[in-house]
């Protein structure tokens, strides 16, 4: 699987958009970005996956880079209650299903 | 449509006892997964199961854990003669046959080993 970079923390102010950045230089072509955050104690979540092109759903929106070797998570409001640790997984598709977690993003949404 | 179920939340199991974590996937979900995570550490996959069979369990410990996901009932992770290093939250997830890499998640079980 790809390796993903991440940066360790981030905060953003309640409200305003939290932009998640993630290096991914040595994907390959049929490989899809996945996104989770777990929110403290609490089991993973599931946001939002991509392959080249973006992706928005009610959660977030997925912008990936023309080359595919980055991508950003944007969360267009963030509240407080978005504080998390944020996953970027880069997954083969059709292979062992599981998934591997890095050491995310922790975001701290600021009041 | 519920979410994953697990239980119990909670467990506490003295040292050389068996644990018994159980798993009910998502309805219409036919993939389910075991993962742990280990104090202050990530999540570590352990084992992906469909029904009556183990698909992959690279993430296994070699002796004291199995798993299950039989033809009718939960998913069970099964942990003999439990360890103080065991202590840990266990998620289940469970994924439709379709879309593999969207797995939901449990609320998890913490098992501490006293």
């Known amino acids: 699987d790809a390796k993903t970079t991440q940066p360790t923390s981030m905060d953003c102010a309640e409200g305003r958009a939290a932009n998640l950045p993630c290096n991914h230089s040595?994907?390959?072509?049929?490989?899809?970005v996945y996104w989770y955050r777990q929110i403290h104690s609490q089991g993973p979540q599931y946001i939002i996956h991509?392959?080249?092109n973006n992706e928005t759903n009610e959660m977030a929106s997925l912008i990936i880079t023309e080359d595919r070797k980055s991508s950003t998570l944007i969360l267009p409001h963030a509240t407080l209650r978005d504080t998390a640790v944020y996953y970027c997984?880069?997954?083969?598709?059709?292979?062992?299903?599981?998934?591997?977690f890095g050491t995310g993003t922790l975001l701290a949404v600021q009041p | 449509n519920a979410g994953v179920m697990q239980n119990p939340r909670h467990l506490v199991r003295r040292r050389g006892q068996e644990a018994r974590l159980r798993c009910s996937p998502m309805?219409?979900?036919?993939?389910v997964y075991w993962y742990r995570q280990l104090p202050e550490e990530g999540l570590k996959f352990m084992v992906y199961?469909?029904?009556?069979?183990?698909?992959?369990e690279s993430g296994m410990p070699k002796e004291r854990f199995s798993a299950e996901f039989p033809k009718e009932g939960p998913s069970i992770l099964r942990i003999q003669q439990v360890v103080r290093g065991d202590s840990a939250a266990y998620f289940c997830?469970?994924?439709?046959?379709?879309?593999?890499?969207?797995?939901?998640f449990g609320p998890g079980t913490r098992l501490t080993v006293t």
């Open positions: 997830a469970s994924s439709p046959r379709d879309r593999p890499y969207e797995q939901y």
């Open positions: 040595t994907i390959s072509g049929n490989e899809y």
């Open positions: 991509g392959l080249k």
């Open positions: 997984i880069v997954r083969v598709g059709g292979a062992t299903n599981k998934l591997i």
């Open positions: 309805k219409g979900h036919s993939h």
């Open positions: 199961l469909q029904k009556e069979n183990i698909i992959d």
